[in-house]
């Protein structure tokens, strides 16, 4: 049997399953140093975000901390999940073998829920502050928002562990990407891992935000009021603006999230047949979240524009 000249296969035994992409040297060059591009400024940003909280004392806040959490996370997709991901779209020849598979499958799964962990922390962080103020400083405190980063981080490590060992049968039969896949298809499991990951913790962060609005709303009629105009309120009025700009910023941080990672995981889990770009594109939006999150910092926290600056000059001992 003839093989065309233009089809190369990834093996010598001539597997139809197994062909190669054709792509000109320049473009698997370019798309190789874009991806790398992507990969190199996420980790960057992020170092950044997260050497500004570490070392300046004035930013370790119970809020501060969280972000940090959520930095480490998109450090996280920067150093592994990029070039990870970057490897199984560009090489059509899979022979990275069923371990490597795995572990493609479970870094994707525990930085999704990292990220849905920390946003609920966060929302939960932004709640406490904007319809409890007084006793804000009482209720969230460094040694319990360190605690509670600890048990999100933990929790998410060992039940995605669990996930990818015991329920999920990642396979690549013939050795090709096409076949590095969740083989279960919609199972009890899949549905029960989205109820746990997705479902439950972003009813919880869209409950908390509608209510973190409607007591922003009726806050900012009271700034206006006869009664916020009071010498006795001027400090209380300005803590709660700085709340609500803060709590503006993070929410921005979560419609980030679900704009990025929502469409992703309905391909994913529901295998929708998209088109090969269009997958390509929606493979890459969450892991372009992670690169997204410190510029929104850069744009609406002027801090992090300030510890940027001495991180950058290396005037940190100044500082």
Not at 38 to 43: K, L, R
Not at 51 to 59: A, C, E
Not at 119 to 126: A, E, F, H, N, T
């Amino acid at each position: 049997m003839e093989k065309h000249e233009d089809v190369q296969y990834c093996f010598q035994d001539g597997n139809s399953s197994c062909r190669k992409a054709l792509l000109s040297t320049s473009i698997y060059i370019t798309l190789y140093i874009f991806f790398s591009l992507i990969s190199a400024v996420t980790v960057f940003l992020n170092v950044l975000v997260i050497i500004s909280i570490s070392h300046f004392k004035q930013l370790h806040t119970p809020t501060n901390l969280l972000i940090l959490s959520l930095a480490a996370s998109d450090l996280l997709v920067g150093l592994i999940v990029i070039p990870v991901m970057t490897v199984a779209i560009m090489e059509s020849c899979w022979g990275f073998g069923e371990y490597f598979c795995a572990f493609h499958f479970y870094i994707t799964f525990l930085c999704t829920s990292l990220s849905l962990g920390n946003l609920v922390l966060i929302s939960i962080d932004r709640y406490v502050a904007v319809c409890d103020p007084l006793l804000y400083h009482s209720k969230i405190t460094i040694t319990g928002t360190i605690c509670c980063i600890s048990i999100t981080w933990s929790c998410c490590i060992i039940y995605d562990a669990v996930i990818i060992q015991n329920f999920v049968n990642v396979q690549t039969p013939s050795r090709c990407l096409t076949e590095c896949v969740i083989v279960e298809g919609i199972t009890w499991v899949n549905i029960m891992y989205i109820a746990f990951i997705m479902v439950v913790p972003c009813s919880i962060i869209i409950s908390l935000y509608m209510n973190i609005f409607v007591v922003a709303r009726s806050q900012a009629r009271k700034v206006f009021s006869k009664e916020a105009a009071s010498v006795s309120g001027v400090k209380t009025v300005r803590a709660n603006k700085s709340e609500r700009k803060a709590t503006k910023t993070l929410s921005i941080v979560v419609v980030n999230y679900f704009i990025c990672w929502i469409p992703f995981l309905f391909v994913f889990f529901f295998t929708f047949v998209i088109d090969n770009l269009l997958s390509v594109i929606i493979g890459f939006l969450p892991l372009v979240n992670s690169l997204i999150n410190p510029i929104i910092y850069a744009f609406f926290y002027p801090w992090f524009k300030v510890t940027a600056k001495h991180i950058l000059t290396l005037k940190l001992r100044r500082s």
